[in-house]
């Protein structure tokens, strides 16, 4: 039998963790939120204080991670890597600029391909990422890539760091946002573009209940659901 997948990719801030998370309740599927194992990945070679240059032993590190995935409150996950709570250490602005240079690197992305396939489970699953529709899951029946301007996805990305605790300038942000895009959009493997197939939505101004509404709609008339 084959699993259905509704792919979700795009830049960071756009949306997609929000969009993937309530799509997933509503239809009653897994999730897979990929960039977290990027996020673990690079958390785990800091923590063993591995060099970022270091490919041979950051893709030994993405093939053996011993990282589990917990519901916890509502819209959140508890991320385990070997037992140890890394849940707010890899959501930090640091560890997601590592996570980006961690990405980049070519034995690592085939190190976590068969892990990120594998959450393909019934009924059904969201995958979240950058390269789910164009490389991980090349036939999914709905394939969304969501996209925001860069000053909206710097606004969102502020307000996640404040309910945190970490307060970062827009200016800062829009920085290293715009230099993330330029890192995940150039690298030579799984370049973050949406696939040949995909629905482009750009949620500038557009509430995250209207954007759930347009992907149920899709997916109701591709007989998804
Ligand atoms: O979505 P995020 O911010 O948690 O992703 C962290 C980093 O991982 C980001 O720089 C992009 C990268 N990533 C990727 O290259 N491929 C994916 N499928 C998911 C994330």
């Not at 605790?165 to 920085?175: D, I, K």
């Amino acid at each position: 039998m084959t699993i259905p997948v509704i792919t979700v990719d795009g830049p960071g801030g756009a949306g997609k963790g929000t969009l993937s998370y309530s799509l997933a309740r509503a239809l009653g599927w897994h999730m897979l939120d990929s960039g977290a194992l990027y996020r673990v990945t690079a958390f785990a070679a800091l923590d063993s204080g591995a060099d970022l240059a270091d490919e041979a032993t950051l893709a030994a590190i993405a093939g053996d991670l011993d990282v589990s995935f917990h519901p916890a409150a509502e819209g959140l996950t508890r991320v385990e890597l070997a037992g140890r709570d890394i849940s707010s250490d890899i959501r930090t602005e640091s560890c997601g600029a590592a996570a980006s240079v961690v990405a980049a690197v070519v034995p690592v992305r085939k190190a976590l391909l068969e892990r990120q396939r594998r959450m393909a489970q019934a009924p059904g699953l969201v995958a979240d990422g950058r390269d789910m529709g164009t490389v991980v899951f090349p036939d999914a029946p709905l394939k969304i890539y969501l996209t925001a301007s860069a000053g909206a996805r710097a606004e969102r990305r502020q307000k996640q760091l404040l309910e945190k605790g970490e307060s970062v300038t827009l200016a800062r942000l829009l920085e290293t946002i715009e230099e993330r895009d330029a890192r995940d959009r150039s690298r030579a493997e799984s370049p973050l573009v949406p696939a040949d197939d995909a629905l482009v939505i750009d949620s500038t101004g557009v509430s995250a209940d209207a954007v759930l509404d347009t992907v149920l709609r899709e997916a109701r008339q591709r007989q998804l659901v």
